[in-house]
């Protein structure tokens, strides 16, 4: 299999001078059907090790003001919510790829 794509490959999902400042990316929560298909995969490991468990979120209403969020913490999930950057993921199943499949997928 060949794939293309036309930016550069992602970014190390291990280099700190990267991805010290969070708030500059989009972050993506991993619930029960995402962490299932990662672990369906193989990659569910390395995901994780660069995951932040959280166990809940805040929502806001479309008029409310940025300190008006409601904090809602989940008990009764079977698995807790992984965050981390969406670029970070594409850089772990990168990685996962170029590893684990050298010889069947070229990127």
Known sequence: VKLYERLPPPPSPDDASIWSDV???????????????????????????????VPGRMDWSPDAGPDEGVERIFTDRPIMTQVLPRDKLVGVLHQHILQSYEGKIEL
């Open 23 to 53: 708030a500059k990316f989009y972050l993506i929560g991993l619930g029960e059907r995402g962490q299932s298909a990662l672990k369906e995969f193989g990659v569910m490991d390395d995901v994780l090790a660069r995951c932040t468990a």
